[in-house]
């Protein structure tokens, strides 16, 4: 007999081996036989199982089902497949510690005990364990000597909110000043959220910006004629980069500056976050002198809200002028992104949901989206409510002769949410309250002035309280270091922690102060902090924009 390949060679088919005889198959033998026996010998039973093998054996594709049909069988014993009418009810796991929105049960139990405390002294003794031989000093270097042609022109848009623009101005003064280009006063963008159409002028002192830069960045509030011909007074015929997020100012070395040569005007839009923040000495400086020395808010802005920051300080003029400044986000578009659930009512569910379709259109809803709010609790990620706030700053030893100032915009369900906060602050006050209604009037359809105001009531107050995050506490801490010797004196909880807690409602009163007292110590020791290299230098100005300093020099100028 010739052999045969088994593996087929290269460009032919190899030819299969010859059929076996049907006689010679053990399979047909057997079945033969069993077919043979005498019907009158075998059960009903067991006629059944002949029938059954003798199908399978016929049939050998059938084996391949053979695991389904074993995991369904097995299924099936265990109980969880059922072919009758009733469905399954299956034990759900217990809710994580901390999951469940339980805060309104924990007030009720320990309110009796909370307003009779009377040993609370805390705007007194707030930031008493901060390091003072680590205190600093602003630190900013101007240039005295004139500018070398500039290379061109730049125009970016900046785009978000108050603070999130602040941030592409500090970066756009930076990366202009490193390419040696002339920086156009930076336009706005318009957000489908913050609907604000507020211009640069509006919202900061355009020439106080100018005059201050003019020895590191030429700054010009219009392109020359000459240029804009070449690009038929268009902006749109301008070259535009698109840059990615983070980029590092070799980028803008190597990609930006070549066209900027060629062409003498480029655009980059948009602009927020494209500039690392591990960057060169040079550019840290200039960021620095932005942030800090260049933008004022315009003369309206920074007069009214001076005036609210004295109208605070004469409330609270019996604890020497100290007030407590909070940063509350619990506005209906930051409640329905959290995507958390607080009442868990089905008005609160109807309104979340209209929230996020008007603002989020579909963004929510993708197939395959799973969204656990219990999870979402767990890690943190929850606004606090005004009644979270009130419980916290109460057991930091905050009690009911406090003044505080609430930067914030319009509450969820105001009345409801605001009543248990207002019960435990009494003293409490908004701009709406400090000032009339003719002295916002200019401001109230303009949400990045009326943030402007917030901002600034709130840079003057012995303590900064943040409960959610975002780019407007995070200036602010920086801001305060700048201000106050490295300190940010502000309070940052740790809402993982707040979540088990206010989760608990077993907890006694001395126990949950306890806890509290611990989280604003926390806080205290953490206001000095050096910038990290991927830090924000908007957070950590030290060491880039401060100098260290001992006590008893630290109030003199740089």
């Given at each position: 007999?010739?052999?045969?390949?088994?593996l087929?060679?290269?460009?032919?088919?190899?030819p299969?081996?010859?059929?076996?005889?049907?006689?010679?198959?053990?399979?047909?033998?057997?079945?033969?036989?069993?077919?043979s026996?005498?019907?009158?010998?075998?059960?009903?039973?067991?006629?059944?199982?002949?029938?059954?093998?003798?199908?399978l054996?016929?049939?050998?594709?059938?084996?391949?089902?053979?695991?389904?049909?074993?995991?369904?069988?097995?299924?099936?014993?265990?109980?969880?497949?059922?072919?009758?009418?009733?469905?399954?009810?299956?034990?759900?796991?217990?809710?994580?510690?901390?999951?469940?929105?339980?805060?309104?049960?924990?007030?009720?139990?320990?309110?009796?005990?909370?307003?009779?405390?009377?040993?609370?002294?805390?705007i007194?003794?707030?930031?008493?364990?901060?390091?003072?031989?680590?205190?600093?000093?602003?630190?900013?270097?101007?240039?005295?000597?004139?500018?070398?042609?500039?290379?061109?022109?730049?125009?970016?848009?900046?785009?978000?909110?108050?603070?999130?623009?602040?941030?592409?101005?500090?970066?756009?003064?930076?990366?202009?000043?490193?390419?040696?280009?002339?920086?156009?006063i930076?336009?706005?963008?318009?957000?489908?959220?913050?609907?604000?159409?507020?211009?640069?002028?509006?919202?900061?002192?355009?020439?106080?910006?100018?005059?201050?830069?003019?020895?590191?960045?030429?700054?010009?509030?219009?392109?020359?004629?000459?240029?804009?011909?070449?690009?038929?007074?268009?902006?749109?015929?301008?070259?535009?980069?698109?840059?990615?997020?983070?980029?590092?100012?070799?980028?803008?070395?190597?990609?930006?500056?070549?066209?900027?040569?060629?062409?003498?005007?480029?655009?980059?839009?948009?602009?927020?976050?494209?500039?690392?923040?591990?960057?060169?000495?040079?550019?840290?400086?200039?960021?620095?002198?932005?942030?800090?020395?260049?933008?004022?808010?315009?003369?309206?802005?920074?007069?009214?809200?001076?005036?609210?920051?004295?109208?605070?300080?004469?409330?609270?003029?019996?604890?020497?002028?100290?007030?407590?400044?909070?940063?509350?986000?619990?506005?209906?578009?930051?409640?329905?992104?959290?995507?958390?659930?607080?009442?868990?009512?089905?008005?609160?569910?109807?309104?979340?949901?209209?929230?996020?379709?008007?603002?989020?259109?579909?963004?929510?809803?993708?197939?395959?989206?799973?969204?656990?709010?219990g999870a979402?609790?767990?890690?943190?990620?929850?606004?606090?409510?005004?009644?979270?706030?009130?419980?916290?700053?109460?057991?930091?030893?905050?009690?009911?002769?406090?003044?505080?100032?609430?930067?914030?915009?319009?509450?969820?369900?105001?009345?409801?949410?605001?009543?248990?906060?207002?019960?435990?602050?009494?003293?409490l006050?908004?701009?709406?309250?400090?000032?009339?209604?003719?002295?916002?009037?200019?401001?109230?359809?303009?949400?990045?002035?009326?943030?402007?105001?917030d901002?600034?009531?709130?840079?003057?107050?012995?303590?900064?309280?943040?409960?959610?995050?975002?780019?407007?506490?995070?200036?602010?801490?920086?801001?305060?270091?700048?201000?106050?010797?490295?300190?940010?004196?502000?309070?940052?909880?740790d809402k993982?922690?707040?979540?088990?807690?206010?989760?608990?409602?077993?907890?006694?009163?001395?126990?949950?102060?306890?806890q509290?007292?611990?989280?604003?110590?926390?806080?205290?020791?953490?206001?000095?902090?050096?910038?990290?290299?991927?830090?924000?230098?908007?957070?950590?100005?030290?060491?880039?924009?401060?100098?260290?300093?001992?006590?008893?020099?630290?109030?003199?100028?740089?």
């Amino acid at each position: 007999m010739h052999a045969y390949n088994r593996l087929p060679s290269s460009g032919h088919s190899t030819p299969s081996p010859p059929h076996s005889p049907i006689s010679r198959s053990p399979r047909y033998r057997r079945s033969k036989q069993a077919r043979s026996f005498p019907s009158g010998r075998q059960t009903l039973a067991q006629r059944a199982a002949w029938f059954l093998l003798s199908i399978l054996l016929r049939r050998q594709g059938i084996f391949l089902f053979a695991p389904l049909i074993y995991i369904s069988c097995m299924l099936l014993y265990m109980g969880t497949v059922s072919f009758d009418g009733i469905p399954s009810i299956t034990r759900r796991a217990p809710a994580a510690p901390g999951s469940v929105y339980r805060s309104p049960e924990l007030y009720e139990k320990i309110r009796d005990e909370m307003e009779s405390d009377n040993s609370a002294d805390a705007i007194s003794t707030i930031w008493k364990q901060s390091h003072k031989a680590l205190e600093w000093r602003p630190c900013l270097n101007r240039s005295s000597e004139g500018l070398p042609e500039s290379n061109g022109y730049i125009y970016i848009e900046a785009n978000g909110g108050l603070n999130q623009q602040r941030t592409s101005i500090c970066n756009a003064v930076a990366v202009a000043g490193y390419l040696n280009a002339t920086l156009l006063i930076p336009n706005f963008h318009y957000h489908s959220i913050w609907r604000d159409p507020s211009k640069f002028s509006d919202i900061y002192d355009e020439d106080h910006f100018i005059s201050t830069l003019k020895h590191d960045v030429q700054v010009v509030d219009e392109i020359p004629n000459y240029i804009m011909e070449r690009f038929g007074h268009n902006l749109t015929n301008v070259y535009n980069f698109r840059v990615k997020a983070w980029s590092s100012i070799d980028y803008y070395r190597e990609i930006v500056l070549p066209k900027l040569l060629e062409e003498k005007f480029v655009r980059i839009s948009p602009f927020a976050n494209r500039l690392s923040f591990d960057a060169p000495p040079a550019v840290q400086r200039l960021r620095c002198l932005a942030n800090y020395e260049a933008l004022k808010f315009a003369s309206p802005i920074q007069d009214l809200g001076n005036t609210l920051v004295s109208r605070m300080k004469e409330l609270s003029a019996n604890d020497d002028g100290k007030y407590v400044s909070v940063h509350l986000r619990f506005e209906e578009d930051m409640v329905a992104f959290s995507c958390c659930v607080f009442d868990g009512g089905d008005q609160e569910k109807l309104d979340m949901i209209a929230a996020r379709e008007k603002g989020w259109k579909g963004k929510f809803t993708k197939p395959g989206r799973v969204i656990d709010p219990g999870a979402i609790r767990t890690n943190g990620k929850c606004p606090l409510t005004p009644l979270e706030v009130g419980l916290m700053l109460r057991g930091m030893g905050f009690d009911k002769s406090t003044s505080i100032y609430l930067a914030s915009g319009r509450i969820y369900n105001s009345e409801k949410n605001m009543a248990p906060l207002l019960d435990m602050f009494p003293r409490l006050q908004t701009k709406e309250t400090l000032a009339s209604a003719e002295e916002l009037e200019p401001y109230k359809n303009f949400s990045s002035r009326m943030a402007a105001i917030d901002y600034t009531v709130c840079l003057h107050s012995e303590v900064f309280v943040t409960t959610q995050g975002g780019n407007f506490p995070h200036f602010l801490m920086g801001h305060r270091r700048f201000l106050y010797n490295g300190h940010s004196k502000t309070i940052r909880p740790d809402k993982r922690k707040l979540a088990i807690l206010f989760d608990n409602p077993n907890i006694g009163w001395k126990s949950f102060k306890r806890q509290m007292l611990n989280m604003r110590v926390h806080s205290d020791s953490k206001g000095f902090e050096l910038k990290r290299p991927n830090d924000s230098i908007y957070t950590f100005p030290c060491p880039d924009c401060m100098c260290k300093s001992n006590k008893k020099n630290s109030t003199k100028s740089p």
